[in-house]
């Protein structure tokens, strides 16, 4: 990450010049945010700048944007307090995307919605895995890896998709394919009754491997099957070999 200075500027809130928001490529502006980092700040001040950035591709002339501090920014506004801010800069959509990422990365409020919010604006694949996670009642990690051709692994799955997803690596393998095996996933949920996370994710994990690894699957005939089985999976253990045997004598 370039920066223009490693000193801190302050914006006087006097002035006639203000900062704008990323609306619609950064995460969402919520008022109880602002209103418990205004607390902060009346307790303890300003600990860290707003990270700015002059940009001119958005709007096709120079404009200062928020990076980084939003809610501190509008916490700080509300007090009535000058703005400490830091500039850095940001070369092309692409880029912006990777600052917004990395400088968000290690923020417990910043939630996996927010990351494909931000990818979203400059990569197709994020915008499919949005509308797929809106359109199925599946774990969004799980949906990301279906359709990334993934492990679907229900025990470290999540935790790699979701490093992928915040790099902006989410890369669709097959749609056609992917579709495929979530709308197999969702009809086996409705004759499965769901059972607590863990056990949820492991069965979708070990079906989706059965399906991949079946020489013939033959779907229809493999639901008819389930149907007659499906009491047996509420006495299977969080073992991901169990569900796999279960699955391979029912098919």
Known sequence: MKSKSLSVKTLKIAGTKG???LAGINRAIIPSHVTKMAASLEAMGPIRPV????ISFISGSPVDYIIDGQHL?????????DIPYTEIEVEDATNLAEHLAMLNNSSKSWSMQDYITVWANIRKDYVKLNEYYNTYDIELSQIADILMNQSCNGHQGG????RVIKRGEFVIDDEKRGVFLLNCVTDALKLVKRMDRMS???FIASYVHFINTCAKYDHPQFMANLNLNKDKFKTVTQDPEEYKKLLKSIG
């Open 51 to 54: 990270v700015v950035a002059t």
């Open 73 to 81: 920014y509008h916490a700080l506004m509300r007090l009535g307090w």
């Open 159 to 162: 935790s790699n998709i979701s």
């Open 19 to 21: 900062f704008s928001v």
């Open 200 to 202: 949820n994710k492991l």
